[in-house]
């Protein structure tokens, strides 16, 4: 099946600094890239959606320039917390839709735990 | 965009059939339904996915009426391991608006 990796599955970093998180498909191309974070016992919230060579597109609230999304390939995503803190600690996941499909999938990432002390 | 709406949380015990129904009223005639389950720290992973009647892989069956207005995630005989939050989210191809519901937490019981 399709394989979604997510790089660190963890990190700590102090507050003010940046942090970059790797989301890369592995077995196919994916066109289109989301961004989800997660606090503990809440539901996933959708971040952003990126497509491979475009601008991504955020979701209302969300900082887009706290929130660097990059969709260079077919086969990498990348978010960038800038100058992270505390309250950006949080669960990230992302997930890849291959580009032709016949059903409506994704495919998830690992996660990356990010903590801001 | 079709929102989707589930019980917050179920409890079961070892060896019931549970059943997991989530309402999407405002379904669109290209959507269609797929189920994901999440375990702590973990990213989501596929269930099963269906357009109408009924649907069965080796983990779940998937309930869709006729009107397509609800939608039941049927799980035979669970187990510990089952315990998770299950999500079910409602749209199609061309839709990236990928957002999820609240989802139902089961906590199955020995």
């Known amino acids: 099946g399709a394989v979604v990796s997510q790089h660190p599955s963890w990190v700590i970093c102090k507050s003010g600094t940046s942090v970059k998180i790797e989301c890369r498909s592995l077995?196919?191309?994916?066109?289109?890239m989301f961004w989800y974070r997660q606090f503990p016992k809440q539901s996933l919230m959708l971040m952003a959606t990126?497509?491979?060579?475009?601008?991504?597109?955020?979701e209302q609230g969300v900082e887009k320039d706290k929130f660097l999304i990059n969709h260079a390939s077919l086969t990498l995503s990348t978010l960038t917390v800038t100058s992270a803190h505390p309250e950006d600690s949080s669960f990230y996941i992302c997930s890849a839709r291959p580009p032709v499909t016949i059903s409506y999938e994704q495919y998830f990432g690992p996660g990356t735990r990010l903590t801001v002390t | 965009l079709a929102k989707t709406t589930q019980p917050i949380s179920m409890d079961s015990y070892e060896g019931q059939e549970v059943n997991i129904t989530c309402s999407h009223n405002?379904?669109?005639?290209?959507?269609?339904i797929t189920w994901y389950q999440q375990f702590p720290s973990q990213g989501p992973r596929f269930i099963i996915q269906?357009?109408?009647t009924k649907v069965t892989n080796e983990v779940a069956s998937l309930f869709i009426p006729a009107d397509r207005k609800s939608s039941t995630l049927s799980l035979p005989r669970v187990s510990l391991s089952d315990t998770a939050v299950y999500y079910c989210l409602v749209g199609d191809n061309d839709n990236n608006d990928m957002r999820f519901g609240a989802g139902t937490r089961l906590t199955v019981k020995p």
């Open positions: 990126s497509n491979e060579g475009s601008k991504a597109t955020y």
């Open positions: 077995d196919f191309q994916a066109t289109t």
């Open positions: 405002n379904i669109a005639t290209n959507d269609y």
């Open positions: 269906g357009y109408k």
